[in-house]
Structure formats: C-alpha cells, structure tokens
C-alpha cells in the first residue's frame, strides 16, 4: 500500500460522497485533438458519454477466427487449471480469461490494429501500452452478471494506477442483444469518482473476479447518476465495437437467453501513466491483471489493411 497523497481515496470506513475528476476526459490538448480518426463530434460526445459504440467495426467473418481459436484454449486443461481462468461462482464454467494478448499472437496482433489503436491514442494523448486484456464468457441459460463497478476504482486501489488516463476497448465475439446479458453504463458517470465503502482483503482479486463485493458504489450515488443519465445498453453484431473511459459506471445481468455472450477486452493504459504501489491495497495483484513489466509502447499492426481508410463515426 502507498504512502503517497492519494488523489481518489476509496476502500474507506467512513462515507465519502462522490467528487469531480482532476484530469480531463479527452487527453489530447490543442491542435492534437484533432490528429486521429475521430473527429470532433465523437470527441465532444466521448467527453459527454464516457463511451463511443461502433456497430459492425469488423464483419462477423473476420471475427470469427478469434472466436474459434476461443473454443481451443477451453480444451488446453493446462490454461483451464491456471490462475488467469476465471470460473463462474455459481456453474463452474468459464467466466473469465485474462491475458489474452500473451496467450495468443492473434489477440496480440489485434491489440494494435490501426483502427483501434489510433482512436485510443487520439483519446489518451499519448503512446499506450496493454494494461490487461481479457475475455468475459456467459453461456446460454447460466451466465452470471457483473455489478456494478469503475474499472479505475480497482485499478487504482490495487494496482496503483495513479490517474484517469486509460480506456477499454470491448469488441464482440458474438452478438450482444438485450437477451444475453449486454454491458450495460451510465453516460456521465465517468466525470465522478464515487468512494467506496470497505477495507481490501489480502488477495481480494480471487474473489472478485468471481462476484465482486468490495468495490461496489452506494446505492443512493448509483440511483443518482442514473436518473441524471439514464442507462444505456449497446447492442450489435459480433464485430461491434465499445470504447468506454475508465472511470465510466458499468455492469451487466445474467445471461437468461439461450445463446452466448462472449466479448473481448483491451485495456489500454498511456504510457505516462504507469502503476505504482496499490493506494488501497495490501499487496500487488498478479501480472496477467496489471501490467508493470516491460512496458513498451505498442505499435501498429494491420491484419487487415483493405479495409485502411475505414470510417470510424459511431451511431449517432
């Protein structure tokens, strides 16, 4: 745990109500806002929303190989008896895998797509490197929800992030309808930074990765930026595409419908954000969960240079 000034102070005994973030949402500054692909109306609406949704980024036909490649690590008995699979609390199935960037050269190479990679370092600001990545699995008829949650809230108090200044890229694998279990945010949310209530545990991550308890909003902070916000639930094709701010609030329900939700996460972190020693934590957590090791700037790699010049305008 830190010893240093802590600029978000959460896992905390007494209440604290949410307050404003200190860094800006667009990372960016002056004429460099505008040298990437998104243009001025995703930035003010990233800036507003806390997430951009590209419908159909990837056809469904250059996803599927990914979603294949899926199917065989589920019968690799090694990487399923290992620490970075995550089981679902209640069936026993896969709920999460993390490391996926290091456990395949696909994943890898799809890290630095050009597409992705030049909106990310557009919103960032700066070069980025992959803080985790992973895959969240719901079966059909048993997938469990996740509550609801900041990302950075987590990564700060146990890993030692230090400030706003990364974004998750979530593309899917498979279709999200509002059957399956989709990620749900609150536009907004992400210009608040709600402290939570609670003491870590030692090796809290074991656990939370399953349900997460600790962590968790109040009630009252999440019905209040709700009703200011409201909730909004993207829904597409496999090969849609979800940028979201860090500190955006997100969750997602139970998977009741008969087909399956398996979407892909990138985090990616600005390399002038680096982690430190965790703000509310007792110990690190393991590295496929939060890169501190050979941090190196991630180049561009283009798997699929036809489609170059791709339009990158979210719905409107």
């Known amino acids: 745990m830190t010893d240093q000034l802590d600029p978000y102070p959460t896992r905390l005994t007494e209440y604290r109500k ?10 960016s ?6 040298e990437g692909p998104l243009d001025e109306v995703a930035l003010s609406r990233y800036e507003r929303d806390g997430f951009l949704w590209f419908e159909g980024f990837f056809s469904q036909d250059r996803i599927e190989p990914f979603f294949e490649e899926l199917k065989e690590m589920a019968n690799d008995e090694s990487l399923m008896s290992s620490e970075q699979v995550i089981q679902d609390p209640n069936t026993g199935d896969i709920r999460s895998v993390f490391g996926m960037h290091q456990l395949s050269e696909a994943f890898n190479r799809l890290t630095r797509d050009p597409r992705i990679l030049g909106m990310v370092r557009q919103l960032l600001g700066s070069e980025v490197y992959i803080h985790q990545s992973r895959i969240n699995d719901k079966f059909g008829f048993q997938g469990s929800g996740f509550d609801w949650h900041s990302d950075f809230e987590t990564w700060h108090a146990e890993d030692g992030m230090p400030g706003m200044r990364a974004v998750s890229a979530s593309l899917m694998l498979t279709d999200n309808s509002e059957f399956n279990g989709p990620l749900m945010l609150i536009p907004g949310s992400h210009r608040q930074f709600v402290p939570c209530m609670g003491e870590t545990p030692e090796a809290n991550w074991q656990e939370s990765l399953k349900a997460q308890e600790i962590g968790v909003p109040d009630n009252q902070a999440l019905a209040r930026m709700a009703e200011q916000g409201g909730i909004q639930a993207p829904k597409g094709p ?4 979800l940028l979201f701010e860090c500190n955006t609030l997100h969750a997602s329900n139970e998977n009741m419908s008969p087909w399956p939700r398996s979407n892909l996460f990138f985090v990616y972190n600005s390399v ?12 690190r ?20 240079p036809e489609l170059a010049g791709q339009g990158v305008g979210p719905l409107r």
């Open 29 to 34: 500054r002056n004429q460099r806002r505008w």
């Open 238 to 241: 496999a090969g849609s595409l």
């Open 18 to 27: 949410p307050f404003s973030r200190r860094e800006p949402v667009v990372h």
């Open 285 to 304: 957590r393991p590295e496929f969960l939060a890169t501190r090791g050979k941090i190196e700037p991630l180049t561009m790699h283009d798997d699929f």
């Open 272 to 283: 002038d954000n680096t982690l430190g020693e965790p703000y509310a934590a007792k110990s």
